[in-house]
């Protein structure tokens, strides 16, 4: 009985600290786009607008942001932009994947978003506070 105590507490420990040591990692999401011909980086201000409010209204929690990122000092390509998505967890990303299928306004989102912008690659990290 003592054993099976001592476990349950050093596994509740060890939960502990793993959920601590994990209180300051978020997931970002980023995407490499570029606006469609006949488009504005103001189309994609407004479809991007949409996605953030339809996916914390669809996601519990929220707390799901987006940027979009231009070029300032460097070789910047006309209408070359990044979407950079930031989720408080994995999980909330998952969902957010999820949030759009067989939703009708989050297939329209979607469907916005497609026509103002072309996004060739896009990569997910793990970000640490520091």
């Known amino acids: ?10 596994v509740s420990l060890a939960l502990s600290f793993c959920v601590t040591a994990n209180a300051d990692t978020s997931i970002t999401e980023v995407f490499t786009c570029q606006v469609k011909e006949g488009k ?3 189309d994609v201000r407004a479809a991007n607008s949409k996605w953030v409010k339809f996916m914390n209204a669809n ?6 942001g987006s940027s979009i990122v231009t070029t300032v000092v460097g070789n910047a390509t006309d209408g070359h932009f990044l979407y950079v998505d930031t989720f408080p967890n994995l999980e909330a990303w998952a969902t957010a ?12 989102i979607d469907a916005e978003l497609a026509e103002v ?12 506070e520091s």
């Open 1 to 10: 009985m003592k054993s099976n105590l001592l476990q349950l507490i050093t």
């Open 40 to 42: 504005t980086m103001d």
């Open 59 to 64: 996601v519990d929690g929220g707390e799901i």
């Open 97 to 108: 994947k999820k949030a759009t299928e067989g939703n009708d306004e989050g297939e329209a």
């Open 117 to 128: 912008a072309d996004c060739s690659e896009n990569r997910l990290y793990s970000a640490e």
